[in-house]
Nanobody, 127 residues
Framework: QLYLAESGGDSVQAGGALRLTCEVS????????LAWFRQAPGKEREGVAG????????YYSDSVKGRFTISEDNAKRTLYLQMNNLKAEDTAMYYC????????????????????WGQGTQVTVSS
């Protein structure tokens, strides 16, 4: 069992930056898929950044590529999402997700069916 808790959401002006944090607790596994998703009112949930802890590189959606960076601190069991050059269309509830996982090193974790989710943190960007 894993437990996830997000923080760092806020209201910012367009062009600003935020860093979201997701603390992971519970059982320790060898490796994980970790990801950030978002959902705006009236829209489907979107995977924006995924990271395989034993992998080579993260994956990003086209909508955030070049602006967002996903990273993790294994010792602190914490996942981050650095969001730069924020746009009004980035406004959404942001969720972190995790699942124990073992696969090939270049696996795209945005394609995984995640079992564990946080409660979400709200990001609002005003133009």
């Amino acid at each position: 069992q894993l437990y996830l808790a997000e923080s760092g959401g806020d209201s910012v002006q367009a062009g600003g930056a935020l860093r979201l944090t997701c603390e992971v607790s519970g059982y320790h596994y060898m490796s994980y898929c970790l990801a950030w998703f978002r959902q705006a009112p009236g829209k489907e949930r979107e995977g924006v950044a995924g990271l395989y802890t034993a992998g080579e590189r993260p994956y990003y959606s086209d909508s955030v590529k070049g602006r967002f960076t996903i990273s993790e601190d294994n010792a602190k069991r914490t996942l981050y999402l650095q969001m730069n050059n924020l746009k009004a269309e980035d406004t959404a509830m942001y969720y972190c997700a995790a699942i124990p996982f073992g696969g090939y090193s270049d696996y795209n974790c945005l394609t995984v069916d995640f079992h564990y989710w946080g409660q979400g943190t709200q990001v609002t960007v005003s133009s």
